[in-house]
């Protein structure tokens, strides 16, 4: 028997799955549509709880076990942090995400600053020593062939 909160959380997870999201977000929502725990439905149904942000938990505890850039983690443990992460009363504060704040447009620098224009580098079939990167630039493995 479906119970209401598990319908509601159901539903609440159905509209963050029509997003754009990852595969491992598809795990996880598999996985917890699955459950009949109603302590985990009740999770689920807070306002600061989403599936992205069950995720971004399991990562940060799976990078406090790394050895050497590396964590192998079963799935069984993965899925007990999903389900740590919404039964939690509050999240951690790295977990709480900011509110976006619009600036008001009155508010502006009544001075504007001038920024230098950025130097385009054509790219060449040549060698790849023909490419010399400006400072700070961001490079692409692209640019190098």
């Not at 900011?98 to 508010?107: G, I, S």
């Not at 010399?132 to 692409?140: A, H, R, V």
């Given at each position: 028997m479906i119970t209401e909160n598990k319908m509601n959380a159901l539903n609440k997870m159905l509209v963050e799955m029509n997003r754009a999201h990852s595969t491992a977000e598809d795990s996880i929502h598999n996985w917890l549509c699955k459950q009949e725990d109603e302590s985990l439905m009740i999770g689920i149904l807070k306002e600061d709880r989403t599936i992205k942000g069950a995720l971004e938990y399991c990562t940060n505890k799976a990078s406090k076990l790394q050895k050497s850039n590396v964590a192998v983690v079963d799935d069984?443990?993965?899925?007990?942090?999903?389900?740590?992460?919404?039964?939690?009363?509050?999240?951690?504060?790295?977990?709480?995400?900011?509110?976006?704040?619009?600036?008001?447009?009155?508010?502006?620098?009544?001075?504007?600053?001038?920024?230098?224009?950025?130097?385009?580098?054509?790219?060449?079939?040549?060698?790849?020593?023909?490419?010399?990167?400006?400072?700070?630039?961001?490079?692409?493995?692209?640019?190098?062939?």
């Open positions: 069984q443990t993965v899925f007990n942090w999903v389900k740590e992460y919404f039964n939690l009363e509050f999240l951690p504060i790295e977990f709480k995400f900011p509110t976006v704040k619009k600036k008001n447009p009155e508010t502006k620098n009544s001075k504007p600053t001038k920024s230098k224009p950025k130097e385009v580098k054509s790219k060449s079939k040549g060698k790849s020593s023909d490419f010399t990167p400006m400072k700070g630039e961001q490079l692409s493995l692209l640019d190098m062939l």
